[in-house]
């Protein structure tokens, strides 16, 4: 979800005024979602490395959060949409943590939609973490399955994401579910975040139901024309 800063920049405002339009974009999109019957999707909200991120900046960005989250509690339930969180919790501040706790607690049994979010969030890590339980599940080498792997990361019992989307013009991972994206599909835009609404993801998913996925395979005319 990047671009808030350059957004606010642009407007002449500063960067609080963007992390509250990127607010806003995230239940517009999450609204989208819904309403486009999509299952699933993750934002990725806060990285281990947005600690390098001023302080101040830091904690604007965990109380907005919290206030996002009390706010939004009943429009969730309402459209039976699950909340979960991807990450680690123990270094987020206890008010958001209590938030997020609540928040996910009560939206467990919604079955409509999963809103994950990314907080203190870290591709390697996530696979470091999933090996250490591995380990702790006295699971050996020889027994060690894709499947079984999957089931020790964050996302357990989710699909993999079929578009990644990334916003501002930025074309890259930036540590995002790296074991999860092995197949998916990617779609950049120059759209800053607080500028991306259902118009634009309209756009990503018409781009992304043109592609042919053959996961290693072959697509039809492939087969059709003999080729490899």
């Not at 079984?148 to 579910?177: H, K, M, V, W, Y």
Request: proline letters at 4%; one cysteine or more; hydrophobic letters at 40%.
């Amino acid at each position: 979800m990047d671009g808030n800063g350059r957004w606010a920049t642009r407007h002449g405002l500063p960067r609080t005024e963007g992390h509250k339009a990127g607010i806003r974009s995230a239940r517009a999109i999450v609204m989208a979602c819904r309403k486009l019957s999509i299952p699933y999707v993750t934002f990725y909200a806060f990285s281990k490395e947005n600690w390098r991120r001023p302080e101040e900046e830091v904690a604007f960005l965990f109380d907005l959060l919290v206030r996002y989250l009390n706010d939004e509690l009943d429009s969730l339930l309402e459209r039976d949409i699950r909340l979960c969180v991807l990450g680690e919790w123990a270094d987020l501040p206890f008010v958001l943590r209590q938030a997020l706790k609540h928040v996910c607690s009560k939206t467990k049994q919604c079955k409509a939609m999963t809103v994950n979010l990314a907080l203190n969030y870290s591709g390697r890590e996530e696979i470091t973490r999933a090996c250490a339980r591995l380990v702790q599940k006295g699971i050996p080498a020889s027994e060690i399955t894709p499947e079984r792997f999957s089931e020790c990361l964050d996302t357990a019992g989710q699909p993999d994401p079929d578009l990644i989307i990334r916003t501002s013009g930025e074309q890259r991972l930036s540590n995002f579910l790296l074991y999860q994206v092995a197949y998916s599909e990617f779609y950049f835009t120059p759209v800053l975040w607080p500028d991306f609404d259902e118009a634009c993801l309209r756009e990503a998913l018409e781009v992304f139901a043109k592609r042919s996925r053959r996961f290693g395979g072959l697509d039809q005319f492939d087969k059709d024309n003999g080729s490899v």
